[in-house]
């Protein structure tokens, strides 16, 4: 009976061992892909993510969200992401200048547009016209709220949208700057600043701001967002795929992106 127990004991100590080694082993052959990505595309990349978990546990995507330009320096800086999203053809054209991407591979992603933003709160109709939106700015008792107009692709389309309609210089003084354009919505979601100048995209998805003007997309510079790697690895290249896949981008336009047609 002794001996029956230690068989049992011995049988049992084994599978756990080769269990813990089995696991250890899938771990040291998982592959990490990591994916620089802008704000405004975390809630779609998230959700990307966790399909493409379903399709394959052997690579796993790494994201990092934060302004481009803050993923661009970083790279710039030496850090070695395998692939790269931008929210602006203008970063991505630097990183393909200074060969840092493979250009081959440098493909448009997806497309957005701005809207005027206001609190949930605030008894504000639509704009019907952009003299509208001018008068309701000027008349304001608080700032604008915009992402950083020299850096941050959101608030560099909305300058240039100001400009194009000219009221940037009637504004010029009367505008907050954030690093990002989630920070840009918060201003106006705590109702700490009247308007701000924000994504579609971002602004659907956040419930205490409301959308009071539809900016045309021919008073700025189309807002796109281009995609390509840094290097052609096999699990860099096929998370690459993954993206650019049709239904993977259908997927996106729930969140008020478009794609190419």
Same mark, same amino acid.
């Given at each position: 009976m002794m001996q029956k127990f =230690?068989?049992?004991k011995i049988l049992?100590?084994?599978l756990t061992i080769f269990i813990m080694t089995f696991s250890l082993s899938s771990k040291s052959h998982e592959k990490t892909v990591l994916l620089y990505a802008p704000i405004s595309l975390s809630e779609v990349i998230k959700e990307l993510i966790n399909s493409?978990?379903?399709l394959n546990n052997k690579i796993k995507i790494k994201p990092v969200f934060m302004g481009t330009s803050q993923l661009v320096m970083q790279v710039k800086n030496g850090a070695n992401p395998d692939l790269f999203i931008s929210a602006n053809v203008e970063w991505m054209d630097y990183l393909e200048r200074k060969k840092i991407i493979l250009? =081959? /591979?440098r493909k448009d992603y997806l497309y957005n547009s701005l809207v005027v933003i206001t609190n949930k709160e605030n008894s504000i109709n639509a704009f019907k016209n952009i003299k509208e939106l001018e008068n309701a700015f000027l008349k304001s008792k608080t700032k604008i709220s915009l992402a950083m107009t020299n850096s941050i692709p959101a608030g560099m389309y909305a300058k240039d949208f100001l400009e194009n309609i000219g009221i940037w210089k009637n504004i010029k003084k009367k505008y907050v700057e954030s690093p990002n354009v989630r920070?840009?919505?918060n201003y106006v979601a705590r109702n700490e600043l009247e308007f701000g100048i924000v994504y579609k995209t971002e602004a659907v998805e956040n419930s205490k701001v409301?959308?009071? /003007?539809f900016i045309d997309n021919?008073?700025?510079k189309k807002i796109t967002y281009p995609i390509a790697v840094l290097n052609d690895k096999k699990e860099t290249m096929e998370v690459y795929d993954f993206f650019l896949d049709n239904k993977n981008l259908t997927k996106?336009?729930?969140w008020g992106f478009e794609i190419l047609k």
């Amino acid at each position: 009976m002794m001996q029956k127990f =230690k068989i049992c004991k011995i049988l049992f100590i084994s599978l756990t061992i080769f269990i813990m080694t089995f696991s250890l082993s899938s771990k040291s052959h998982e592959k990490t892909v990591l994916l620089y990505a802008p704000i405004s595309l975390s809630e779609v990349i998230k959700e990307l993510i966790n399909s493409y978990k379903i399709l394959n546990n052997k690579i796993k995507i790494k994201p990092v969200f934060m302004g481009t330009s803050q993923l661009v320096m970083q790279v710039k800086n030496g850090a070695n992401p395998d692939l790269f999203i931008s929210a602006n053809v203008e970063w991505m054209d630097y990183l393909e200048r200074k060969k840092i991407i493979l250009k =081959k /591979y440098r493909k448009d992603y997806l497309y957005n547009s701005l809207v005027v933003i206001t609190n949930k709160e605030n008894s504000i109709n639509a704009f019907k016209n952009i003299k509208e939106l001018e008068n309701a700015f000027l008349k304001s008792k608080t700032k604008i709220s915009l992402a950083m107009t020299n850096s941050i692709p959101a608030g560099m389309y909305a300058k240039d949208f100001l400009e194009n309609i000219g009221i940037w210089k009637n504004i010029k003084k009367k505008y907050v700057e954030s690093p990002n354009v989630r920070a840009a919505l918060n201003y106006v979601a705590r109702n700490e600043l009247e308007f701000g100048i924000v994504y579609k995209t971002e602004a659907v998805e956040n419930s205490k701001v409301k959308i009071v /003007y539809f900016i045309d997309n021919r008073k700025h510079k189309k807002i796109t967002y281009p995609i390509a790697v840094l290097n052609d690895k096999k699990e860099t290249m096929e998370v690459y795929d993954f993206f650019l896949d049709n239904k993977n981008l259908t997927k996106t336009l729930k969140w008020g992106f478009e794609i190419l047609k």
